[in-house]
């Protein structure tokens, strides 16, 4: 999958609108079926913190280590988000910044049973995904998609920045 515009799929889409209505999509493109409340021309310059509700990032995938930081950044600051990524543990940017223990990192992740088919994707890519969220209900995140793969919860020693 070299192209960076793959589109989110209703059975990724769904289950999360289900979780919390998306109120902010920093990552659009002519084609998105996201729906947020709100869209970014420049995601990575834009105010996430005027989201009422969650923040739902589908980065590209070429470079997503920009967009975890800037996640974990606003949820330090209380916004609520969430990211589709891919599954990929091997990776600087999976230790270093989604699970990194020195640092804000996501309170749980979804490891998608199946592989996403991705709209506008001839089929599915050569990953699985992980959906990973930086919120405040990690245990509501776990409960309510546990039914879609493995929900890893991830405890933080200490809750600075958080609201």
């Known amino acids: 999958m070299s192209n960076d515009h793959w589109n989110t799929p209703p059975e990724v889409l769904d289950p999360i609108r289900a979780f919390s209505a998306i109120a902010l999509d920093p990552c659009p493109n002519a084609s998105s079926i996201v729906g947020a409340d709100r869209v970014c021309e420049d995601g990575l310059a834009e105010n996430w913190n005027e989201a009422a509700g969650l923040v739902f990032v589908n980065p590209p995938y070429s470079d997503v280590t920009p967009?975890?930081?800037?996640?974990?950044?606003?949820?330090?600051?209380?916004?609520?988000?969430?990211?589709?990524?891919?599954?990929?543990?091997?990776?600087?940017?999976?230790?270093?910044?989604?699970?990194?223990?020195?640092?804000?990192?996501?309170?749980?992740?979804?490891?998608?049973?199946?592989?996403?088919?991705?709209?506008?994707?001839?089929?599915?890519?050569?990953?699985?995904?992980?959906?990973?969220?930086?919120?405040?209900?990690?245990a509501a995140f776990r409960d309510h998609f546990s039914p879609h793969g493995w929900v890893v919860w991830l405890k933080r020693r200490a809750r600075r920045g958080r609201k």
């Open 67 to 138: 967009w975890i930081r800037r996640a974990a950044g606003e949820a330090a600051r209380g916004v609520e988000v969430a990211v589709l990524l891919p599954a990929d543990t091997s990776t600087r940017w999976f230790h270093d910044d989604l699970v990194a223990r020195d640092k804000h990192h996501a309170d749980a992740i979804l490891y998608y049973r199946r592989r996403i088919r991705f709209l506008g994707a001839k089929g599915s890519p050569k990953f699985p995904s992980l959906l990973a969220y930086f919120g405040r209900d990690a």
